[in-house]
């Protein structure tokens, strides 16, 4: 059984910062990608960040310069560090890992359930 626990989410005030984090917990052999996606009410869930098991790193264009994932692989842990948070940024953010868990022939894909952040004016 592998679990993904996020947890950092919350209410900020624009321009604020938060930093999110999600723990992949289980029999786990190998994590490769790690990423995080967001969904804001009635419109699809899209990739804010992801990072690739040795560090590189791909964002959407409206949080580049915003937004810093991370990883730390002994953890089977990934980060979104956020600032300069804007109201747009209002959303459910989720992470997603492929995972090669214990017995597993391949990776798998698991996700989160999701945690609230929510940036005011």
């Known amino acids: 059984q592998v679990q993904l626990v996020e947890s950092g989410g919350g209410l900020v005030q624009a321009g604020g910062s938060l930093r999110l984090s999600c723990v992949v917990s289980g029999r786990i052999v190998s994590v490769n990608d790690m990423g995080w996606y967001r969904q804001a009410p009635g419109k699809q869930r899209e990739l804010v960040a992801s990072i690739a098991k040795y560090g590189s790193t791909n964002y959407q264009d409206s949080v580049k310069g915003r937004f810093i994932i991370s990883r730390d692989n002994a953890k089977n842990t990934v980060y979104l560090q956020m600032n300069r948070l804007k109201p747009e940024d209002t959303a459910v953010y989720s992470c997603?890992?492929?995972?090669?868990?214990?017995?597993?022939?391949?990776?798998?894909?698991?996700w989160g359930q999701g945690t609230q952040v929510t940036v005011s004016s």
């Open positions: 997603n890992a492929d995972v090669l868990g214990s017995g597993a022939w391949k990776f798998v894909s698991y």
